[in-house]
């Protein structure tokens, strides 16, 4: 009877640590990140508005198709706010925490969301707007601005849709003139960074050590 309860209490230790995995396997998936704004913040595509200062949760849609598509949830994740087209944007160098940019505003109106970067990643998402409010964003920074060049109803436009980028000038130019979308050759020489993913090869570890230590634990008492 002692023997069956000390190989149950270890499959139990084993069974709880092997939990913790796939919720960890997901949040790198679709890269699930808590944000809180202290100010509003505008943001683009199906859904598009002003979200005022609060918390929300970032994540990649679950989709078959290969294009970039962001959703924002309340804070509860019982509501969408709006999902967004992305496109890949590339950073030199990976941080340990969240990132993310915004497009220069004039003084009064609310930030305009331009990149997210999950923390350990070089590949970030970079938010296209609306022909219209890409115009504006790009006279005000006087840079260009990816945008969609039609309009765009629902998620299925979002898989389709052609992305360009958009000069203060309105001139449209292809969006890989203006977004750095791979990694310069002469910088990955020269630095050093994170992967791209992560491994779990330290929490299956971490899964055995707890499992012979419940054992050892046991037999000590058994002793």
């Known amino acids: 009877m002692k023997l069956f309860t000390k190989w149950f209490i270890i499959v139990c230790v084993f069974m ?9 396997l997901a949040d ?6 808590k944000v809180t704004f ?7 595509g ?11 949760w970032f994540k990649l849609l679950d989709s078959a198709s290969d294009r970039h598509i ?20 590339y950073r030199l160098r990976a941080t340990g925490k969240t990132v993310m940019t915004f497009k220069e505003r004039a003084e009064g109106e609310p930030q305009a969301i331009r990149t997210w970067f999950y923390p350990g990643r070089q590949w970030g ?34 898989k389709t849709v052609p992305v360009l980028a958009l000069k203060p000038t309105g001139e ?6 203006v977004v750095q979308t791979a990694p310069v050759e002469n910088a990955k020489l020269e630095e050093k960074t994170l992967p791209a993913t992560a ?20 037999s000590k008492h058994s002793a």
């Open 199 to 218: 491994s779990y090869m330290p929490l299956l570890a971490c899964v055995g050590l707890l499992s012979l230590g419940a054992a050892g634990l046991l």
């Open 172 to 177: 449209e130019v292809p969006v890989a003139e």
């Open 46 to 56: 199906v859904g598009a508005q002003v979200l005022p200062a609060g918390t929300y």
């Open 28 to 33: 790198d998936w679709n890269k699930k990140t």
């Open 16 to 24: 709880v640590c092997l939990a913790i995995l796939p919720s960890a």
């Open 125 to 158: 998402e970079e938010f296209v707007y609306p022909k219209e409010k890409a115009l504006a964003l790009a006279k005000t920074i006087n840079e260009p601005v990816p945008f969609t060049p039609v309009e765009v109803a629902t998620i299925d436009d979002l």
């Open 70 to 89: 962001v959703q924002i949830f309340n804070e509860k994740q019982d509501h969408i706010f709006t999902t967004i087209l992305a496109i890949p944007n």
């Open 38 to 44: 202290s100010s509003p913040v505008e943001v683009p």
